[in-house]
């Protein structure tokens, strides 16, 4: 789901150059998160090549990427203009900053600290190594987070503290 102040849109053209940015695709990949810019660049690259190898006149590609704690969640979707493929992408930007409570509830510290390594992609034993806890000591954190959201996975869990709106676990 996007959210229209977060929300920013691109059209690339078939040398995955920006050729249409509005301002908030401007600020993110200009100066908030150029590494994800990059990442999505590369996203965008094989998109161009899966279109052209399937010659389909519409296609689109969903999906997220994260540097760090910025999380970009992206629509990609091909087009034809005077015999060239563009490539429209409509992302929803989250800086780690940014990044919200689900539903008003509040995290302690430590499940704030599984959190952001959870946002940042990390497995349960590179937490553990991270935050020196045993590993089953980040198991059993995953699990309560996931009981106290109401999700079933790690990417529901990121993708519901991401984009609620309350401050409780990125503070």
């Not at 301002?23 to 993110?28: E, F, G, M, S, Y």
């Not at 994800?36 to 590609?61: A, D, H, I």
């Not at 935050?131 to 996931?146: M, P, Q, W």
Request: aromatic share 10%.
């Amino acid at each position: 789901m996007f959210h229209q102040a977060n929300q920013g849109i691109c059209i690339l053209n078939y040398k995955s150059e920006i050729i249409y940015a509005n301002a908030k695709a401007k600020r993110v990949f200009g100066k908030a998160a150029p590494g994800l810019y990059q990442q999505l660049r590369g996203v965008c690259r094989q998109f161009m090549v899966m279109v052209k190898e399937k010659e389909t006149l519409l296609s689109n590609y969903s999906g997220m990427l994260n540097q760090q704690l910025d999380i970009i969640t992206f629509n990609c979707f091909s087009f034809y203009s005077e015999e060239q493929t563009f490539v429209m992408v409509v992302f929803d930007y989250r800086a780690g900053d940014e990044i919200n409570s689900a539903n008003g509830i509040t995290f302690t510290s430590r499940e704030k600290d599984i959190l952001h390594a959870i946002a940042a992609g990390k497995t349960n034993k590179e937490i553990s190594e991270t935050l020196s806890i045993g590993f089953e000591t980040v198991k059993s954190h995953v699990r309560n987070l996931l009981a106290k959201t109401g999700t079933t996975s790690r990417t529901e869990l990121i993708g519901k503290c991401c984009h609620s709106g309350n401050d409780a676990w990125y503070a």
